[in-house]
């Protein structure tokens, strides 16, 4: 089988193409990446010499470009994990992510109309819900919830959800959706709260918590995530969406104290600085569906993927500290300082 995995230079992406090209040795996995300032090949370091990858540079949205890919590739399955990711840059610049989320979905689902495939799989995420109130701990997202979305990039996520099922149902394209929770671990890009409160404590710099910090989020390690996509490639049913989540729920607070107290450093770094606009209160996955219909359970929980992530970003300071030290100086700059959150 040949692979098409889109954004595996992301965070996400490069977590699953080394779990694919490890985990498949007999398969082939393409990795096409525009490598925007999210994709980094330097993660990739690990598989970049096996014989079953190849890393594609190029834009999803670009129409001839990806049509003359699948031309030459004809690739048997595509997992789209490319899209600008960041809800606070969304707030800023809504645009590129209606480029990219969207019409780089449709693109791809129109190449893959053109040259036939057995699985198109799209990698969304649980903001397309909306938010849940805090005084609601018994309501989780199903399947089911309708979508009510948020941001400038939930509703870009949202867009493209409704056009993958859209072309499920129209062209018979065989199509499926994952929904899955916050995100942690290893290569995951320092704008992100938990390698974000890493990076800055381990150089005694300030936590920035945007409002009171009572936000929840329901945490899933990066490589759990990995594992129910690949499950559901292969188990799951056309035309179904799948809530992956662990019911990891913590405060922002909780996990910025967290993080803290297993660095041995002070509380007194965390500075609050004005809320995000729009900020969802909680996310809550129920996951029953992958468990009961395809047999997934996570391997990690919250108390034993942190240690693990801080351990890594310990072991691995020169792949964040590259970042740090690039645009992402620039970034902090920008969205923190000169908006008068942090004073620097
Ligand atoms: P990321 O920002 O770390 O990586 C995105 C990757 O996509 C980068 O390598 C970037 O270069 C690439 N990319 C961006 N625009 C592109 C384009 N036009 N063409 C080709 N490549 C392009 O994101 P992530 O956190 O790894 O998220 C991956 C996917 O998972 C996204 O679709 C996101 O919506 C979804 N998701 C993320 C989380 C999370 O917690 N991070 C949770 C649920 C779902
Ligand atoms: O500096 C910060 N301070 C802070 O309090 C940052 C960066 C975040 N936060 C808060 C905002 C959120 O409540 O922490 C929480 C997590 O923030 P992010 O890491 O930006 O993630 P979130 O907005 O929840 O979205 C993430 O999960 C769902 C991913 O970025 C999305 O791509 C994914 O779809």
Redesign the pocket.
Known sequence: MKFLVTGGAGFIGANFVEYMVNKYPEDEIINLDALTYAGNLETLKNVEDKPNYKFIKGDIADREFIFDLFEKEKPDVVVNFA?E????RSIEDPEIFVKTNVMGTTTLLDACVKYGIKRYHQVS???VYGDLPLDRPDLFFTESTPLHTS?P??SS?ASADLFVMAYGRTYGLPVTISR????YGPYQFP????P?IISRALNDET?????T?E?V?DWLHVYDHCVAIDMILRQGKEGEVYNIGGHNERT?LE??KTVLRALNKPESLITY?TD?KG??MR?AIDPTKMETELGWKPVYTFDTGIPQTIEWYLNNKDWWENIVSGEYQNYFQKM?VDKGRVEE
């Open positions: 899209a990711s960041h809800v606070d995420t649980d903001e941001s990039y939930s996520k899955c929770s916050n995100n704008e992100k709260l938990i974000l936590i920035p918590v945007y409002g910090g936000n989020r922002n996990v910025v600085v995000r900020h969802d996310y923190y």
